[in-house]
């Protein structure tokens, strides 16, 4: 009946009128379309039935709407004339009801009764129109009475006068509330309705505060902060009043916001893509020469338009890929994928204009869509990473948004204005970033209603942000005072709760699936800052890895349980209770192992500053959380299997823990003589040899060192095994500690027995390193061929002599590796490397009481334990830099081609030789002859190749051979 309405000028708001006149419309609807016979199946009342309930339906009105008349004034005289406008048409309505139902059969009074009928419809909407002016009315007076209120507020002079006002000013607030929260459940128009929601909630958030901005204004008038503080309180909620009275007395259907429009650089992708779709519908036509002609003319124009749309698309997504947060991984692949997409073009362009007469006009169609959907398939790529690297930004700021406020707020409350204002200026540009971010996020979002509830809620964080910190300065102007300290805990209350909205509205425009791609990485990238800290043994550095490592696991998990409230349906109860499960391993015991294992180290390092700890303890609680975090979103994701088979980002998040380190400690540096151990060269020196590190590994000097390798067998462990009276006879922490060592000893072996060392000298290198540390292994348990603490400081020497010789070469293969990220590793491996070097040096110069005698004295136990412990730590390192420089060898030869020789040559070691017939002499007594290839395996020869002794031939009888 809206359309039947429309024509008479009058228009419903609410859905209560609206309810109101479907009875009387579905009655006056039977009437007019009364038969005496045939009459529609549903009908079973008849036409005298009805015109009575018509009758009734309209005095029922008329004395509804005198009532509510009498008690308002303002509207009396316009609801006493539609009552009577009510009453005289459905008197006329009656008569001419009556004349059409003794005569049903006259046109003409039907014609008549259906005009009346539209007349009384017309009469009681007016009616009901009129009497929803009373609510309007009512909400208008409310929120008059509430302005009062405020005002009153404002001129109060005394504490007792603003506490006296505002519980008045609250009661009404109450009632405002009340009739405000009717009418948004009431009103049609779902914008309007939101329009009251954000006015409702702006009441509620500037009512708590404006007692407290008040009483810290009437308290200190003088203070400049105080007063802008109340004034803006004021302001905003006489913003929100305005907003409430000008809402409900809209007419019409509202227009969208201003805001509510999808993002820029999202519509200018989808844009792009429909105008490369309608390439492939415009190919399909090229039937003939002639018309593949004019339609390659057509497409040569299209191609122009998308080079320039894509220009666009270039320039934002380049902004994006150099701003702060954005991973170079991820600027890499942006500016690839912006790459491929014109290349693509350029590929359609040469297609078209190509005059390959031998192609059919089917075969050429199919052509240029194989390249339309090429393009298609990279920009659907490139539209990923910007939205990753978007959610970079976020996933920075989101997860301690409250840090840099409670900085500011402490430093308020200690006296010191100077670091206020400081800490203030950080917590100004922390907003700043947060609101860049989300306008980011937004400008990938193509959904017009994420767009509009971010843009808002980063509004109201920009406008409210500065009264923080004039709370703040209040709070530094009068540290003892009990009213400025309230005032500043009810703004940052309402900053955080405004944070939270915002961070709300952020994870709703955001991809799941692309926020637990980037929170792997970023979680991933802070259990390697915190292996790196307990490597350098950086006490501040396990606290801040440690704590963003717990505050990035918390935010994936309210955001994964927030995502499940969406498949609340009892058919998806596996699925959340696995993805439960997930989460409450990760919460319950993966991070609070890592932060357990966080403290014990911390604990150690407080007690001893130079305590070692074992490593790949701890790197193995990181990767139980790194695991963690995958099985959640693995969980998360087996209901959607093409978001894990299609991640673009999957080689990042699968790489290992280990991490780009810091330099070694200053103090540990210092502790040894230049003498002793040579120290690496400066900044100015490396640079000056970097135009000579492109040469062959055999123009490099070793720095001293002569390769011992021809002298030293690398001692597989079937030929040391500790005798077991020994260990009986050594302490058990010393026991534990060999052990861990002889681990490491063998993937070291496992390593470099893989690789001929006639062309590798790293591969020497690192042999003659871990000879070298077993030897000063066995030496604190009294074996081994070192007899003397002298000979063991000489040893120490030779080690740090081997790892200058380690930089040499690893700098040469990091200046040639074209990928930075496995340059980094290379770095990574080889600070490391000399780092344990120089704790060796250290601890067996200056822990002199390292004796052949086991166990006699604590100290001596302790200093054995450092030095075995060092020694193992080492060798982690070396294995570790050993594989990353195959890896950056292999990068350097795959982008130099055939041009160049790399610095290292890695070859795998050729298989030992195994006869093929075995001599009579070799056989045992009473064996037949056989060959030795019938029992050796594929699987057992590859083994063999990979520096593995091979398992011993299964031995068969003459007639299993036969």
């Not at 000063?776 to 000489?794: C, H, N, V, W, Y």
Request: include cysteine.
């Amino acid at each position: 009946m809206a359309e039947q309405r429309e024509p008479y000028g009058l228009y419903v708001r609410t859905k209560s009128v609206d309810n109101t006149l479907k009875p009387l419309i579905r009655h006056v609807n039977s009437l007019v379309n009364h038969r005496s016979k045939h009459r529609d199946a549903g009908l079973s009342k008849n036409a005298t039935i009805l015109l009575s309930d018509v009758e009734e339906a309209s005095n029922r009105f008329v004395s509804v709407g005198k009532t509510i008349a009498y008690e308002n004034d303002d509207v009396r005289e316009d609801l006493l004339s539609a009552c009577d406008d009510v009453e005289s048409s459905g008197s006329v309505m009656m008569r001419s009801s009556r004349s059409y139902l003794d005569d049903p059969c006259s046109k003409d009074k039907r014609d008549v009764m259906t005009g009346s009928a539209k007349e009384l419809l017309t009469a009681v909407t007016r009616l009901l129109v009129i009497a929803d002016i009373v609510d309007l009315n009512r909400v208008r007076r409310a929120a008059r009475q509430v302005e009062t209120r405020l005002q009153e507020i404002k001129q109060s002079a005394t504490q007792s006068d603003v506490v006296t006002t505002y519980r008045n000013f609250t009661d009404d607030m109450a009632n405002l509330s009340a009739v405000t929260g009717n009418r948004q459940q009431d009103i049609k128009d779902q914008r309007q309705a939101e329009k009251l929601a954000g006015a409702r909630a702006q009441l509620m958030k500037y009512g708590r505060i404006v007692l407290t901005s008040s009483k810290a204004y009437v308290r200190y008038p003088e203070v400049a902060s105080a007063k802008a503080n109340r004034d803006f309180v004021v302001a905003q909620l006489c913003s929100a009043l305005s907003s409430i009275s000008a809402t409900v007395a809209e007419e019409g259907a509202s227009k969208p916001h201003p805001l509510e429009k999808p993002g820029g650089l999202a519509s200018a992708i989808a844009q792009f893509k429909n105008i490369v779709n309608g390439i492939k519908e415009t190919a399909q036509g090229m039937a003939t020469k002639d018309a593949r002609l004019q339609q390659s003319e057509v497409v040569s124009q299209t191609i122009g338009v998308l080079n320039e749309k894509m220009d666009r698309i270039t320039q934002e997504s380049t902004t994006l890929a150099s701003a702060e947060s954005t991973r170079s991984f991820r600027s890499e692949k942006i500016h690839g994928e912006c790459l491929a997409v014109k290349e693509g073009l350029l590929g359609i362009s040469e297609a078209l204009q190509s005059q390959n007469h031998k192609l059919s006009a089917t075969e050429h169609a199919h052509k240029i869509s194989l390249l339309v959907d090429g393009v298609l398939q990279k920009t659907d790529n490139l539209h990923t990473q910007l939205r990753r690297a978007a959610v970079d930004h976020v996933s920075d700021l989101l997860y301690d948004v409250d840090v840099p406020l409670s900085v500011m707020s402490d430093a308020a409350k200690t006296m010191n204005r100077r670091e206020m204002e400081d800490h203030a200026r950080a917590f100004q540009d922390h907003c700043t970033r947060i609101e860049q971010a989300s306008s980011r996020v937004t400008a990938m979002s193509a959904r017009p209603d994420h767009v509009k509830m971010v843009k808002l809620a980063a509004g109201e964080l920009r406008l409210l942000y500065p009264e923080v910190i004039n709370a703040a300065r209040t709070v530094a102007v009068q540290p003892t005072s009990k009213i400025a300290r309230d005032n500043l805990e009810a703004f940052e209350e309402a900053w955080l709760r405004q944070a939270k909205l915002l961070t709300c509205a952020v994870d709703d425009a955001v991809d799941i699936d692309d926020f637990l791609a980037v929170s792997e990485i970023h979680i991933l990238e802070e259990l390697r800052q915190s292996v790196a800290a307990v490597q350098s043994a950086d006490p501040d550095g396990m606290e801040q890895a440690a704590s963003a490592v717990r505050g990035r696991v918390t935010r994936l998990c309210e955001v994964v349980l927030a995502e499940m409230q969406s498949y609340s349906d009892p058919k998806y109860s596996r699925y959340t209770g696995d993805i439960q499960q997930a989460v409450s391993d990760l919460q319950e015991s993966h991070v609070p192992h890592f932060t357990s294992c966080i403290d014990s180290v911390l604990d150690q390092l407080s007690e001893n500053a130079e305590a070692l700890v074992d490593e790949r303890e701890f790197q193995e609680v990181a990767t139980a959380v790194r695991d963690g975090v995958r099985q959640v979103r693995d969980v998360v994701q087996s209901i959607r299997a093409d978001a894990v088979a299609n991640d673009p980002d999957a080689e990042i998040a699968d790489e290992d823990l280990e991490p780009e380190l810091p330099p070694p400690p200053p103090h540990l540096l210092n502790e040894t003589e230049e003498s002793e151990v040579t120290v690496l060269e400066t900044e100015t020196e490396r640079e000056a040899e970097t135009v000579t590190r492109g040469h062959a590994a055999a123009e490099r000097p070793r720095r001293g060192y002569t390769s011992r390798q021809h002298s030293r067998a690398f001692i597989r462990e079937d030929e040391r095994e500790l005798d077991q009276g020994e260990l009986t006879r050594l302490p058990p922490e010393q026991i534990q500690e060999i052990q861990a060592l002889k681990k490491e000893k063998q993937q070291l072996e496992t390593e470099v027995e893989r690789w001929d060392d006639g062309t590798n000298d790293l591969i020497v290198l690192a042999k003659d390193m871990g000879m070298m540390l077993v030897e000063m292994s066995d030496f604190t348990r009294g074996a081994g061929p070192l007899k003397s603490t002298m000979e063991l400081i000489s040893t120490a020497k030779e080690i740090a002599e081997a790892a200058n010789a380690f930089d040499g070469l690893i700098h040469s293969v990091a200046d040639q590796c074209p990928d930075q990220m496995s340059k980094n590793d290379v770095l990574a491996g080889l600070q490391r490397i000399t780092f344990y070097s120089h704790q060796i040096s250290i601890t067996s110069k200056v822990k002199e009481d390292i004796t052949t005698i086991t166990g006699d004295s604590p100290q001596a136990l302790e200093n054995a334990i450092t030095l075995i412990t060092t020694a193992k730590n080492l060798m982690n390192a070396v294995v570790a830099t050993v594989k990353s420089s195959y890896v950056a060898s292999a990068k350097i030869s795959k982008a130099a081609g055939n041009n160049s020789t790399p610095v290292i040559q890695w070859h795998f070691k050729a298989p030992s030789k195994v006869p093929l017939v075995r001599l009579e002499s070799q056989r045992s007594m009473g064996q037949k002859s056989q060959l030795a290839y019938g029992t050796l395996a594929p699987l057992r020869a590859l083994e063999d190749f990979h520096g593995r002794p091979p398992p011993p031939p299964v031995q068969e009888s003459d007639e299993e051979m036969l």
